[in-house]
T-cell receptor, first 113, second 109 residues
Framework: DGGITQSPKYLFRKEGQNVTLSCEQN?????MYWYRQDPGQGLRLIYY???????QKGDIAEGYSVSREKKESFPLTVTSAQKNPTAFYLC????????????FGPGTRLTVL | EDQVTQSPEALRLQEGESSSLNCSYT??????LFWYRQDPGKGPEFLFT???AGEEKEKERLKATLTKKESFLHITAPKPEDSATYLC??????????FGTGTRLKVLA
């Protein structure tokens, strides 16, 4: 089955810690995205990548970092600089950058202790 | 400013009671409009993509329609398993997808 996997499902972070969220897809999609979902708000774009070794900041990139070393993988690091990281994080991919439907993974819920 | 507004915020229906969800948008240059279903604690599940005014798509009890200013998701004879949050999104640029805040649907048996 083709799809997008995210791990872990739940993640707890202590103050001052960096944590990394995993996102893997086997859909052979070129573009990948990271969104943040907070209650009562629409999804907000953190970072996106259209090809390997290239990524761009989205609307709320401060305190986050990403890498795209492989087509299938797009991990997100939430750094200690992100002051309010508690949220539901969603990874998505699309076949072609900017011209196609986005498909989402199951999400990671990050909680700051 | 590009914007997506969904209404109502929440909707309670009796099983079999048909209704419609609304997604109003203002965007300069619509590239596509997307409907997703999201269950609590899960990622959005893709339902439909609409590209041009007048387009309609159907899947089981759901039908999506598109005009130049809004989209409707019609739910015919809903069942309790249709309970979820329904998200609307528009693509306003190459990487610019704008999401609404969703409609929480509860279908009572």
């Amino acid at each position: 089955d083709g799809g997008i996997t995210q791990s872990p499902k739940y993640l707890f972070r202590k103050e001052g810690q960096n944590v990394t969220l995993s996102c893997e897809q086997n859909l052979n999609h070129d573009a990948m995205y990271w969104y943040r979902q907070d209650p009562g708000q629409g999804l907000r774009l953190i970072y996106y990548s259209q090809i390997v070794n290239d990524f761009q900041k989205g609307d709320i990139a401060e305190g986050y970092s990403v890498s795209r070393e492989k087509k299938e993988s797009f991990p997100l690091t939430v750094t200690s600089a992100q002051k309010n990281p508690t949220a539901f994080y969603l990874c998505a991919s699309s076949l072609l950058p900017g011209t196609d439907t986005q498909y989402f993974g199951p999400g990671t819920r990050l909680t700051v202790l | 400013e590009d914007q997506v507004t969904q209404s109502p915020e929440a909707l309670r229906l009796q099983e079999g009671e048909s209704s419609s969800l609304n997604c109003s948008y203002t965007v300069s240059g619509l590239r596509g409009l997307f409907w997703y279903r999201q269950d609590p604690g899960k990622g959005p599940e893709f339902l439909f993509t609409l590209y041009s005014a007048g387009e309609e798509k159907e899947k089981e009890r759901l039908k999506a329609t598109l005009t130049k200013k809004e989209s409707f998701l019609h739910i015919t004879a809903p069942k309790p398993e249709d309970s979820a949050t329904y998200l609307c999104a528009v693509q306003a640029g190459t990487y610019k997808y704008i999401f609404g805040t969703g409609t929480r649907l509860k279908v009572l048996a």
